[in-house]
């Protein structure tokens, strides 16, 4: 698919972030007109995968947290969301329902999940020690022009 446009920036991993994070890729979005619909998927996705970056991937500690968003040919939104923290040793594991390291701190152990529901693709690659890369795609509905 061919890129038609894409912005790259780059956040610390405070929490407060997650919400900029969001809005930024609203309104990027907007360029592609999407439905009101469209735009909660993605925005809920987004929060969820910056969430899981800053909260379980740098565990408290300082780092960044990188996004790369991009308007596809055929109304395709793709989202990265990378950091470069403690990593996740099992990723098949970790996208099980329910499935947290944090029980404690009263995690749901759905963000996965939520982001799968929301997305058209889901990919999460991670290397302990090195970080995850969250890449997530979504087709939004043919316009009537």
Not at 62 to 81: A, D, H, N
Request: with cysteine; proline share 3%.
């Amino acid at each position: 698919m061919e890129v038609i446009n894409e912005i790259r920036f780059s956040m610390p991993s405070l929490s407060v972030n997650e919400a900029a994070a969001r809005a930024v890729v609203s309104a990027f979005m907007t360029q592609a007109d999407p439905t009101v619909e469209e735009l909660s998927d993605v925005r809920t996705a987004v929060s969820e995968a910056v969430t899981n970056a800053i909260v379980h991937g740098y565990r408290g500690t300082k780092g960044k947290v990188e996004m790369t968003v991009r308007l596809l040919s055929g109304r395709e939104i793709y989202i990265r969301v990378k950091d470069c923290g403690c990593g996740i040793e099992d990723v098949e594991q970790a996208m099980e329902p329910l499935y947290t390291t944090a029980p404690e701190e009263e995690r749901s152990g759905l963000g996965f999940s939520v982001m799968s529901s929301f997305m058209d693709r889901l990919s999460v690659r991670s290397k302990v020690g090195k970080g995850t890369t969250v890449t997530m795609r979504k087709r939004l509905a043919p316009h009537d022009d």
